[in-house]
């Protein structure tokens, strides 16, 4: 059975920092991709950071490019979120996805979510 396991939330203020962290299980992340996504009150879930779990690759959204780094730790089954430079509207609950064949923004194209941890930034 795959979990994916978020951890790392917390309250900031504006310009702050947080890591995240997704430790998977039963689930190889060896290939494909594997992603950050987050949803903010009344709004809809959005990509935020992916990465091709061989190889490599990153995107990010332009809301988040420069001031997010995604990266990974194969060994672990673990990827991980640095956020930087945290602004308000960063203020979300954050998913780590996994199941994509192919990195993409798209929700509906990833199979497995983890639960979530609470981002709220400060103004």
């Known amino acids: 059975q795959v979990q994916l396991v978020e951890s790392g939330g917390g309250s900031v203020q504006a310009g702050g920092s947080l890591r995240l962290s997704c430790a998977a299980s039963g689930y190889s992340n060896s290939r494909g991709c594997m992603g950050w996504f987050r949803q903010a009150p009344g709004k809809e879930r959005e990509g935020v950071a992916l990465?091709?779990?061989?190889?490599?690759?990153?995107y990010y959204a332009d809301s988040v490019n420069g001031r997010f780094t995604i990266s990974q730790d194969n060994a672990k089954n673990t990827v991980y979120l640095q956020m930087d430079g945290l602004k308000f509207e960063d203020t979300a609950m954050y998913y780590c996805?996994?199941?994509?064949?192919?990195?993409?923004?798209?929700?509906?194209?990833?199979?497995?979510w983890g639960q979530g941890t609470q981002v709220t930034v400060s103004s």
């Open positions: 990465v091709y779990t061989s190889g490599g690759r990153t």
């Open positions: 996805a996994a199941g994509a064949r192919f990195c993409s923004f798209l929700v509906r194209s990833w199979t497995y």
